[in-house]
């Protein structure tokens, strides 16, 4: 950027045209005349300050699926250059112009039903795009977190939990654009039934949302930055995931976009090559997504079909780590595969931590999750989804009578294989096959080795 030229950032809606003008003419006043608009990108060139006159209008009847330069574009700007406007670029379906002499012009628009249609239209596309990029974010979470049936890793994985609040923050703003937006919509209908004028957004309004937008986001910024400062181990797959997420539909969008603009096709032909285009890119994504979520399974189930365990976005270590695993095949007194290293998986967030053990050999098997946090509350929702999603996978946990100290909740399965202690700040998911000991020996082994 050199000394005559400027580039600033101003996000907008349809419905906000009229404070897009108040800012182009306040920046006017400032000495900086708008050369092109790109997306929410505005690009200046110096002048001398002056009162410049700005019009931002949606083009009447336009489709976003036509190219910039459509006949029908043309012609709209033909009949404002006539008026006494000069033209400066395009953005979608929004024309921008501009009068030096502006007492000597004439308003663009007609009328404020023709205005209206023209900007609900365009703003009611805005909000169906940008809930489709919501679905998307969405589902791919889905995918990336809870393939076959798992609940826990949203809490127990940094990545997981900035990947939730990312998804969630869109959300957030969504609604709370979409509602006032259709409350607008409602208003500005009763207005025009009693032939007034429709209000739209002005520069104040939107500064103000700006302000409320930004301390969100600072606060989202806030809660990220303290997060990085956690370990996390599959935090390199979940970057790549929200990589794709971020920027697949955007770069399909942008040279479907380019493709249109080209003017090759009629608007009849871009409508079903955006669409199409879309819904591939949503495709690509959800594709994608499935495939890192379960190439990052590792499912243990033993031979009677019973238990089936998950370990999802994790690190897999093929070796031993001693001062992580605590308890072994060895505490029972079988020895460990040596030809196959046990399956060893770890990770940790701000809420909780939690590491995956698993081994056999050949004849006796292993297998536990220790999902650990210093909030109880954090413990008693993690227990009631763990149960919960047992019970719909057909695994229906009863509670126990033990020797254990009275703090330490014991559940089992119908076939005494599979058990779930939880104390206030532990839960502890572990099965076992073929290993000959007592209940109560194997449960005492298991609390001393666990929970010290």
Not at 116 to 139: C, D
Not at 175 to 187: D, N, V
Not at 305 to 315: E, H, L, Q, T
Request: charged content about 20%; proline content about 3%.
């Amino acid at each position: 950027m050199s000394n005559n030229t400027k580039t600033t950032f101003f996000d907008f809606l349809p419905r906000e045209c009229l404070a897009v003008e108040e800012y182009l003419e306040l920046m006017a006043e400032k000495g900086w005349l708008l050369q092109s608009n790109k997306g929410y990108f505005f690009k200046f060139k110096k002048i001398e300050p002056q009162n410049i006159k700005y019009s931002v209008d949606v083009i009447p009847k336009a489709s976003i699926f036509g190219p910039i330069d459509s006949d029908l574009a043309l012609k709209y700007r033909e009949y404002c250059q006539a008026a006494g406007w000069e033209y400066i670029c395009q953005n979608g379906v929004n024309q921008i112009f501009y009068a030096v002499d502006y007492k000597s012009v004439t308003s663009i628009y007609t009328g404020d039903e023709e205005k209206f249609k023209s900007v609900f239209k365009a703003s009611l596309y805005s909000w169906v795009k940008l809930i489709l990029y919501y679905l998307i974010i969405f589902l791919s979470n889905y995918f990336i977190t809870r393939p076959a049936g798992n609940f826990d890793i949203t809490i127990e994985s940094n990545s997981q939990i900035l990947f939730g609040i990312a998804a969630y923050s869109v959300l957030f703003i969504s609604i709370a654009g979409i509602i006032p937006f259709f409350l607008w919509a409602i208003r500005s209908k009763g207005r025009l039934k009693e032939n007034k004028s429709v209000l739209y957004s002005s520069y104040k309004n939107k500064t103000i949302k700006n302000i409320l937008i930004k301390s969100y986001g600072l606060i989202i910024l806030i809660l990220l930055l303290k997060f990085s400062d956690y370990g996390n181990e599959g935090s390199k797959e979940l970057n790549f995931a929200l990589l794709i997420v971020v920027f697949v539909p955007i770069i399909i969008f942008s040279i479907i976009k380019k493709f249109n603009n080209r003017k090759t096709f009629s608007k009849n032909i871009n409508t079903p090559i955006t669409i199409c285009s879309n819904l591939v890119s949503i495709y690509l994504v959800l594709m994608i997504m499935c495939n890192l979520g379960f190439s990052s399974i590792t499912a243990i189930e033993q031979n009677k079909g019973v238990i089936n365990k998950v370990v999802i976005n994790k690190v897999v270590i093929n070796k031993v780590v001693t001062d992580k695993v605590k308890l072994t095949l060895v505490d029972f007194g079988y020895k460990e595969n040596d030809e196959v290293s046990p399956s060893i998986s770890q990770d940790n967030s701000v809420l909780a931590q939690s590491i995956d053990y698993f081994n056999n050999n050949e004849e006796h098997s292993l297998s536990y999750s220790i999902f650990q946090s210093q909030y109880p509350w954090v413990i008693k929702e993690h227990k009631g989804k763990f149960l919960k999603q047992h019970i719909l996978n057909g695994v229906d946990f009863k509670l126990m009578d033990t020797n254990l100290p009275g703090n330490i909740e014991v559940y089992s399965d119908s076939e005494k294989t599979h058990y779930v202690l939880i104390s206030e700040d532990k839960l502890v998911d572990i099965a076992k096959d073929a290993i000959n000991i007592s209940e109560d020996a194997f449960l005492n082994k298991v609390y001393k080795k666990l929970f010290p």
